[in-house]
């Protein structure tokens, strides 16, 4: 078997891991919307209360990461079909990157402030988490990154026309 047709073999497998992950986390971050209005109902007999709202913040970092998880699983897709590797690469980096900063960002800053206002004025105004700050950098890395590729590939394709 060549080199090539075991990398998309790879690819093909790894996609179908990133699948069954990803509908699993989605499962998971479908849960507390599950799991509180029943608790209400069956505890205080209404669906009032604020738990929903606060598990609604919580989840939303989750649904970037979601969305970047699902381009990885996209990018594998497409190269185990063959396509383009730089074109690739670069949509998947980019896509990666905006989805995994914008993820950090609001685990960082308005996760923190919207439970404070829903929560009327309890906790702090960021959360300093290095996993959190560490994540937004590498996410505009991948970003820039991909404009990197990008720009690689432009360049490629005048030398190809050059000769």
Known sequence: MSDLKRFQQHCRLLRRITTAV??????????????????SLLLRGDLSGHGWR????HVLPGWFYLW????????LGELALGRLFAVTVARALRQIGCAVMAGALLSLFAVTNLTRVIEHGRGGYAYFDLSGIM?????AALVLLA????QARRMQ???????
Do not use: K, N, Q
């Not at 990803?22 to 608790?39: D, M, T």
């Not at 994540?135 to 996410?139: K, T, W, Y």
């Not at 394709?157 to 000769?163: F, K, Q």
């Open 54 to 57: 606060v598990a609604t913040v």
């Open 147 to 150: 404009r990197l590729v990008e």
């Open 22 to 39: 990803w509908v699993g986390l989605a499962l998971l971050l479908l849960l507390p919307f599950v799991v509180i209005p029943l608790a």
């Open 157 to 163: 394709a005048e030398l190809d026309e050059i000769l």
């Open 68 to 75: 970047g998880l699902w381009a990885v699983r996209r990018a």
């Open 135 to 139: 994540l937004a950098i590498v996410g």
